[in-house]
């Protein structure tokens, strides 16, 4: 769960939006691949499941637990760099070494390994273990996919391209339509065009796009079609106010930093009203 600040190029923001928009690119789905609904009421449960709130249409959880039942399911898949307590499952040319031969962690998340984007070799390591992942979240009945950590390249000291992250990125998503899924891009908005343009992402999921004033951007490539989740350790004015503000996006939820579930001390869920 990382961003960066950095906005794009208004000029190659609003090129791509408009060749987006002539073409048609990204545009079209298989009939048995969904969108979440336009305007729905999100639920973000990686921090465990738990039965949806009432008015919850949008629930997105770990692809190690199961879909909720009767809303649009999209399932988490940490596709850049590996999740805690799973390095053991990775096969070592799937994964970054330093000069010294030692392994890149992410600085935020120092339990978390880079994986190896740079060469198509590595990128087919990284997809022997994803491949199966996204094809269970199938199996398992969810609606989408969606990948986080597309920006490692950003925390790689330069090893990294952002070129490669998106040539995996594309294959992922690939993955994803054959499947029947719908794919998702987590936050990255410093690359929001690429990865719709040229992965092929079909909706965005956000954290904090508004305390970082990011939403805008992402609405521009993917619409109404933007899944918003705000903390409630970092809101800079009360979320009733973020609510009602134009950029805000449509399908938006206020949680608890570790996204717990209903009785511990720290859950927090708010939604905004129904327009």
């Known amino acids: 769960m990382t961003r960066s600040q950095r906005a794009l190029p208004a000029v190659l923001s609003s090129g791509l939006a408009a060749l987006l928009l002539l073409t048609g690119c990204a545009a079209s789905l298989a009939p048995d691949i969904t969108l979440p609904p336009t305007g729905g009421t999100p639920d973000y449960q990686l921090g465990g499941a738990s039965e949806p709130p009432p008015g919850v249409t949008i629930v997105a959880r770990d692809r190690s637990a199961a879909p909720a039942e009767g809303v649009y399911s999209i399932c988490y898949v940490n596709g850049f760099q590996t999740q ?21 962690h992410d600085p935020a998340w120092p339990d978390e390994v880079l994986l190896d984007t740079r060469t198509a070799a590595t990128r087919d390591a990284i997809r022997e273990v994803v491949d199966p992942w996204i094809e269970g979240c199938a199996r398992d009945g969810y609606d989408a996919v969606e990948f986080d950590n597309l920006d490692t390249y950003s925390r790689s000291a330069g090893v990294l391209t952002r070129a490669d992250n998106v040539e995996l990125a594309a294959a992922l998503v690939e993955t994803a339509h054959a499947a029947g899924l719908a794919a998702g891009q987590k936050n990255a908005a410093d690359d929001v065009a690429l990865m719709r343009s040229q992965a092929g992402f079909d909706f965005a999921v956000t954290e904090e796009c508004m305390v970082f004033a ?47 579930v209903p009785g511990s001390a720290e859950y927090a869920f708010e939604t905004c009203p129904a327009e």
Do not use: K
């Open 84 to 104: 805690p307590g799973e390095l053991a499952e990775w096969p070592d040319e799937a994964l970054l070494r330093d000069d010294a031969g030692e392994l890149v």
């Open 214 to 260: 990011e939403c805008e951007n992402f609405a521009e490539f993917y619409g109404a079609h933007v899944i918003d989740i705000e903390y409630t350790d970092e809101l800079p004015r009360p979320f009733a106010e973020m609510c009602v503000d134009p950029a805000a996006p449509r399908s938006m939820v206020l949680r608890d930093r570790d996204l717990t």
